[in-house]
């Protein structure tokens, strides 16, 4: 059944591929963007950052993004994107905050993720000024409330939510992919 399986995902994927330099870049970023067990293991730091973060709420500024996917080569559509926070302290960025999946599948334990390879590259495009990965601000007119968001992202640490692909379209109880986790947990002031 796991072959079978992994058969499907493998024609999915490239049924989805629009060239082989876009099959090439999944490739890669399946070998190397994520590795399930260190982000697993690392979730406590990353708890650790956010409580550090309510001690003193007022002092820290969120801001929601999203972008392409999984590289600046591939499109961005509808329902192929990526959410990620930036949080900053005295308005100097200190790290990048996601959530994802633990394995690059339809379920999979999910985790919360501080500065992943491509939010980092990402957004270093976009304040640079070149934005090859078409990040954009989700803008709130009154800003973000850092201490309510930041309460919601450790109860979905603590709640251990599951990872699904698709439930941005899709939504599914206990489940959350990376736009809507972002969705379920910010706060608007």
């Not at 876009?22 to 409580?51: C, F």
């Not at 005295?90 to 334990?109: A, D, E, P, R």
Request: aromatic share 12%.
């Amino acid at each position: 059944m796991k072959k079978l399986l992994a058969l499907l995902y493998s024609i999915i994927l490239l049924n989805t591929a629009i060239s082989c330099t876009t099959l090439k870049i999944g490739i890669e970023m399946l070998k190397s963007e994520l590795d399930g067990d260190a982000l697993i293991m690392n979730e406590p730091n990353v708890l650790n950052q956010l409580e550090i973060i309510l001690r003193n709420p007022e002092d820290y500024t969120m801001t929601g993004f999203t972008r392409k996917v999984f590289s600046p080569e591939l499109e961005r559509t509808t329902h192929r994107y990526h959410s990620f926070y930036s949080i900053k302290v005295k308005n100097k960025t200190t790290f990048l905050l996601s959530f994802t999946g633990t394995k690059k599948w339809f379920y999979s334990i999910g985790v919360w993720a501080i500065n992943t390879s491509s939010d980092s590259r990402s957004y270093e495009s976009y304040i640079n000024g070149n934005n090859e990965w078409d990040v954009q601000e989700i803008y709130s007119a009154n800003g973000i409330n850092t201490e309510m968001t930041i309460r919601n992202v450790i109860n979905m640490i603590n709640d251990d939510v599951t990872y699904y692909y698709n439930d941005h379209r899709y939504d599914k109880p206990g489940m959350e992919n990376c736009n809507s986790a972002l969705l379920t947990t910010i706060v608007f002031n």
